[in-house]
């Protein structure tokens, strides 16, 4: 298992995203309007659109209220850290998202969301 990013669920993806392009002098990577990232040498600032939370579970982030950040670590076996949690809230179920990734959302005991995934091969 490896530490992938921490993602700011946001309002305004452009506004952050030039706020912390600014704060590390690094150019952030767009996927679209609704994501971006910008990539460090030791971890990843993803940035999302309020518009991508119903892709995960519709109202389990908030911007700008606390639950904003979803702690995200990429598995070699999403299904195999669902059962790994057994007992875990689950917030979605592994699924298929509509760009590749395989997810699982659950909440830690703090119920700071943390996104397990597979990226497509």
Avoid at 4 to 32: C, H, M, P
Avoid at 33 to 51: C, Q, W
Avoid at 101 to 106: A, D, F, K, P, Q
């Amino acid at each position: 298992m490896n530490f992938a990013s921490i993602r700011i669920i946001t309002a305004d993806v452009a506004r952050l995203t030039a706020f912390y392009e600014r704060a590390t002098g690094t150019s952030a990577t767009w996927a679209n309007d609704d994501f971006a990232e910008v990539k460090l040498p030791a971890a990843t600032l993803a940035i999302g659109s309020t518009r991508t939370v119903a892709l995960f579970a519709e109202g389990s982030a908030e911007p700008e209220a606390n639950r904003s950040v979803i702690i995200e670590f990429l598995v070699d076996d999403v299904d195999g850290v669902h059962q790994n949690l057994a007992g875990a809230e689950v917030v979605q179920e592994p699924t298929t998202m509509p760009w590749g990734n395989r997810s699982l959302l659950v909440r830690d005991p703090d119920g700071n969301l943390v996104n397990f995934f597979k990226r497509p091969a």
